[in-house]
């Protein structure tokens, strides 16, 4: 079991900077690949980026590319989401999730472990 917390939502002008943290407690977290995913009500729940427990490779999906950065920390058992450059389009609800996969998967349906997720607010 992976219990996942997010952390650092908030509201933000078009153009601004938020770091959305996720703390992960239970198994070893090091073996876990990380996503982050968002959703906005009455939507699907979106693929947002990436990053696999082996190797690190990450990936996003093209509307964040070059604006939102994934990292992780093993030590302290935590995976972040810098993102800068925000738009009113990126507001949603942020969630955290975990898999057992070797390589991280960009499909809901691959996570084992979710966060309770992050309402991230971008004005204009």
């Known amino acids: 079991q992976v219990q996942l917390v997010e952390s650092g939502g908030g509201v933000v002008q078009a153009g601004g900077s938020l770091r959305l943290s996720c703390a992960a407690s239970g198994q070893t977290f090091s073996r876990y690949s990380v996503g982050w995913f968002r959703q906005v009500p009455g939507k699907e729940r979106e693929f947002v980026a990436a990053?696999?427990?082996?190797?690190?490779?990450?990936s996003y999906t093209d509307s964040v590319k070059g604006r939102f950065t994934i990292s992780r920390d093993n030590a302290k058992n935590t995976v972040s989401l810098q993102m800068t450059s925000l738009k009113p389009e990126d507001t949603a609800i942020y969630y955290c999730?975990?898999?057992?996969?070797?390589?991280?998967?960009?499909?809901?349906?691959?996570?084992?472990?979710w966060g309770q997720g992050t309402q991230v607010t971008v004005s204009s």
């Open positions: 999730a975990a898999t057992s996969r070797a390589v991280a998967s960009k499909f809901v349906g691959d996570y084992n472990y």
């Open positions: 990053m696999s427990w082996v190797g690190s490779g990450s």
